[in-house]
Structures are given as structure tokens and as C-alpha cells.
């Protein structure tokens, strides 16, 4: 069996990886963690692009490093992956091609005007993901 993790460094995501690692270890199966680095939409000039990059690269960084950390401290072998693209068909084409058993995902709270208009990830994770999804709250 093989679980795939996605995390963004939200406190959902966080609860998330808990609760992916307890899986992992109970079903003895392999983790996987994949962190999607979004492009901007509108970089108004290539130092945005940059500075961009390079926040990103930091933040995703640390929460690599903290969930290896966590993920050895609880002996489970997690192995991660960032990807540049949009995040919702960047997961769906990573668990399509690696295949993906289950997929932990995050619930992050958000207005109902907002679900209504935008709609969330992890909504449209649910409904889209070819796999079985787990949402940690």
C-alpha cells in the first residue's frame, strides 16, 4: 500500500501528516509526501519570479526537514516530493502515475462565500482524486 501525504505548511496539513504517519505505520505501508510549489499568476517582473522561488524553496525546505524528523522519531520511512504546478491537478496527476492507494489531506476551514465562489482544495481533492481519500481535521 502505498499513502500519499499533500502538504502546503498549514496547521491542517500538519494534522494531516500525523494522522498519515499513524496509517503508515498501522497498515505497514509506504509515505510519500508531496509539496506543490505554485507558480505566480502575474509576476510583474523576473526578481518577483525569484524572490518567489526562493521563499518557497526555504518554507518548503523546513517543512520537509520537520516532517522527516517526525516521520523517523515514529521509525516511518516518509519520502518527499515538491512539484512545481498548480496544486489540485498537480496531486491528481502525481497519485495517477505513481499509484497512489490514499491520499491525507488537510481540512482548512474557510467562509462559506468563499466555498461558494471558490470553492476549496480539499473539496475539489475529494471529488477528483483517483484514489481514497482521508481528510484530517
Do not use: W
Request: charged share 25%; net charge negative.
Amino acid at each position: 500500500m502505498k499513502i500519499l501525504i499533500a502538504h502546503d505548511g498549514s496547521e491542517g496539513a500538519q494534522k494531516a501528516l500525523d494522522l498519515a504517519i499513524d496509517l503508515a505505520k498501522r497498515l505497514r505501508a509506504k509515505l510519500h509526501m508531496i509539496m506543490v510549489k505554485e507558480q505566480l499568476s502575474f509576476p510583474t517582473t523576473l526578481h518577483d519570479v525569484a524572490n518567489a522561488e526562493e521563499e518557497a524553496s526555504q518554507r518548503f525546505e523546513q517543512v520537509i526537514a520537520d516532517a522527516v524528523a517526525l516521520a523517523t522519531k515514529r521509525r516511518i520511512a516518509i519520502e518527499p516530493h515538491v512539484v512545481a504546478g498548480h496544486p489540485v491537478p498537480t496531486i491528481v496527476e502525481f497519485i495517477e502515475r505513481d499509484g497512489f492507494d490514499l491520499l491525507v489531506i488537510g481540512y482548512m476551514g474557510h467562509s462559506a462565500i468563499y466555498k461558494g465562489v471558490i470553492g476549496s482544495t480539499t473539496d475539489r481533492l475529494v471529488e477528483l482524486a483517483p484514489c481514497h481519500v482521508v481528510v484530517a481535521k
